[in-house]
């Protein structure tokens, strides 16, 4: 972190020369924390503005907040927790907008099974988040012969009707966003990256393939503007053809609205007994060591118990068969990151519906974080009071011990340890 007062640049969170510069490395943290929120949230107020969603007290928020941040404006560290909270709560404003602008242009998502196989013919392969870019994508591409796969962070698209209605969105291929350079040079078809994660690609592989358009861009990539996707459709067609192969299936699209059809079924289960516990396993996924711990959690999570799961932690586990509860799958994906929405939804319903509260719920989150969007999704289930969260694959190193242990004393958050001590110490 660089320190403007005395141009310093510290190691880690926090200026060394604390007392010189004023700036105690725990208000340095918070404003460190805020700023990775407000960054998330930038991202869903960016895609909610693309479909004409627009809050004026979010963005009244932004500013405050970055004003915040600015030197020696607050050194109130209550006054930096209050601050990191809001910016919890703004995150739920925004991606509750998010939700309705994409529910009221793409339809309300359905659960779906989807294809990871490939389908003979032109192929075209699209990440990240921007649910118009695929629109419009699947516009221009009908009728072409083309094909239209999602990858990563796209794959909740296909439970939107006015997306899946499309005939040639075919599949989705790969894994998490952290497999784009194995995946993408595998995928013989045309690239596009519509947000991040988009990878620089490795000398000499897909580059030429490869195009951005809006927010994202890749030096050396072709940068699309104004969603015109005739130079990705014809790249699509002069590069090789995919051919027929089968590929296990995947669910998706178990928005708050389709899950709570299913609550009469679900509450009446719980109540039975045969729905003991409930496991939200999800968040941020990528390849640094220690994130197979998500895969083992799921795999040993009793029968008797449910998974929700959103965002790109699921791939760990997500082409795993959980089977069923009374005709209620084992495994709910709920969707991406900004659908952590959807989830609070659920959780919410059934808080209601057993007449108690979240924290009360024999609901457990075992969340992974890695970037600001998480952050942003962290800062909005402390700002609900959601206790005993469980994180991983390590504590951020941004936030001080100090900071840490308000968390602790708060909200009780602890690091992951090992699937079978985590599991025996939630479920005894
Ligand atoms: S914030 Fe996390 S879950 Fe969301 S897209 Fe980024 S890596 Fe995936």
Same mark, same amino acid.
């Given at each position: 972190?660089?320190?403007?007062?005395?141009?310093?640049?510290?190691?880690?969170?926090?200026?060394?020369?604390?007392?010189?510069?004023?700036?105690?490395? #725990?208000?340095?943290?918070?404003?460190?924390?805020?700023?990775?929120?407000?960054?998330?949230?930038?991202?869903?107020?960016?895609?909610?503005?693309?479909?004409?969603?627009?809050?004026?007290?979010?963005?009244?928020?932004?500013?405050?907040?970055?004003?915040?941040?600015?030197?020696?404006?607050?050194?109130?560290?209550?006054?930096?927790?209050?601050?990191?909270?809001?910016?919890?709560?703004?995150?739920?404003?925004?991606?509750?907008?998010?939700?309705?602008?994409?529910?009221?242009?793409?339809?309300?998502?359905?659960?779906?099974?989807?294809?990871?196989?490939?389908?003979?013919? &032109?192929?075209?392969?699209?990440?990240?988040?921007?649910?118009?870019?695929?629109?419009?994508?699947?516009?221009?591409?009908?009728?072409?012969?083309?094909?239209?796969?999602?990858?990563?962070?796209?794959?909740?698209?296909?439970?939107?009707?006015?997306?899946?209605?499309?005939?040639?969105?075919?599949?989705?291929?790969?894994?998490?966003?952290?497999?784009?350079?194995?995946?993408?040079?595998?995928?013989?078809?045309?690239?596009?990256?519509?947000?991040?994660?988009?990878?620089?690609?490795?000398?000499?592989?897909?580059?030429?393939?490869?195009?951005?358009?809006?927010?994202?861009?890749?030096?050396?990539?072709?940068?699309?503007?104004?969603?015109?996707?005739?130079?990705?459709?014809?790249?699509?067609?002069?590069?090789?053809?995919?051919?027929?192969?089968?590929?296990?299936?995947?669910?998706?699209?178990?928005?708050?609205?389709?899950?709570?059809?299913?609550?009469?079924?679900?509450?009446?289960?719980?109540?039975?007994?045969?729905?003991?516990?409930?496991?939200?396993?999800?968040?941020? #996924?990528?390849?640094?060591?220690?994130?197979?711990?998500?895969?083992?959690?799921?795999?040993?999570?009793?029968? #008797?118990?449910? +998974?929700?799961?959103?965002?790109?932690?699921?791939?760990?586990?997500?082409?795993?068969?959980?089977?069923? +509860?009374?005709?209620? &799958?084992?495994?709910?994906?709920?969707?991406?990151?900004?659908?952590?929405?959807?989830?609070?939804?659920?959780?919410?319903?059934?808080?209601?519906?057993?007449?108690?509260?979240?924290?009360?719920?024999?609901?457990?989150?075992?969340?992974?974080?890695?970037?600001?969007?998480?952050?942003?999704?962290?800062?909005?289930?402390?700002?609900?009071?959601?206790?005993?969260?469980?994180?991983?694959?390590?504590?951020?190193?941004?936030?001080?011990?100090?900071?840490?242990?308000?968390?602790?004393?708060?909200?009780?958050?602890?690091?992951?340890?090992?699937?079978?001590?985590?599991?025996?110490?939630?479920?005894?």
């Amino acid at each position: 972190m660089f320190c403007y007062q005395c141009e310093q640049t510290a190691g880690g969170s926090g200026c060394v020369k604390v007392g010189i510069c004023g700036k105690n490395p #725990d208000i340095q943290s918070l404003q460190d924390i805020l700023l990775f929120g407000l960054k998330g949230i930038a991202s869903y107020a960016f895609h909610a503005r693309e479909l004409g969603g627009v809050s004026s007290e979010v963005d009244g928020f932004m500013h405050e907040a970055l004003f915040k941040t600015v030197t020696n404006v607050s050194f109130d560290l209550k006054d930096h927790i209050n601050m990191v909270l809001r910016a919890g709560e703004m995150n739920l404003k925004i991606m509750e907008l998010l939700d309705k602008v994409h529910t009221e242009k793409f339809g309300n998502p359905v659960p779906v099974e989807v294809k990871t196989g490939t389908t003979a013919g &032109p192929g075209i392969l699209i990440t990240g988040h921007d649910l118009l870019d695929l629109y419009e994508l699947l516009k221009q591409t009908e009728g072409t012969g083309v094909n239209v796969y999602t990858h990563s962070e796209m794959l909740p698209a296909h439970g939107y009707p006015e997306l899946k209605k499309f005939k040639h969105l075919v599949g989705n291929y790969g894994g998490a966003w952290q497999e784009q350079k194995r995946e993408f040079k595998e995928f013989p078809g045309a690239l596009l990256a519509t947000t991040n994660c988009v990878l620089i690609p490795p000398p000499n592989t897909y580059l030429d393939r490869l195009f951005t358009i809006g927010i994202t861009g890749v030096e050396g990539a072709t940068h699309l503007k104004n969603r015109d996707f005739s130079l990705v459709i014809e790249k699509a067609k002069h590069s090789p053809s995919l051919t027929d192969e089968s590929g296990k299936k995947i669910t998706t699209g178990f928005h708050y609205k389709a899950v709570l059809s299913l609550a009469d079924k679900i509450i009446n289960a719980v109540k039975e007994g045969k729905i003991r516990h409930f496991f939200l396993i999800g968040g941020c #996924d990528g390849a640094q060591p220690g994130r197979n711990y998500y895969t083992e959690f799921a795999e040993k999570v009793p029968k #008797d118990c449910v +998974i929700l799961t959103l965002a790109c932690g699921k791939y760990r586990f997500n082409k795993l068969d959980f089977g069923e +509860i009374e005709g209620i &799958p084992r495994l709910i994906d709920v969707g991406q990151c900004n659908d952590a929405y959807s989830a609070i939804q659920i959780a919410i319903a059934l808080a209601k519906a057993f007449n108690c509260s979240i924290n009360e719920l024999p609901l457990s989150f075992i969340l992974s974080w890695f970037e600001q969007k998480a952050v942003a999704i962290l800062l909005t289930l402390f700002y609900l009071g959601i206790k005993d969260i469980r994180l991983g694959p390590s504590l951020p190193a941004f936030v001080t011990p100090n900071v840490l242990k308000v968390l602790q004393d708060e909200f009780n958050i602890q690091p992951i340890t090992n699937p079978d001590e985590d599991l025996k110490n939630i479920l005894c």
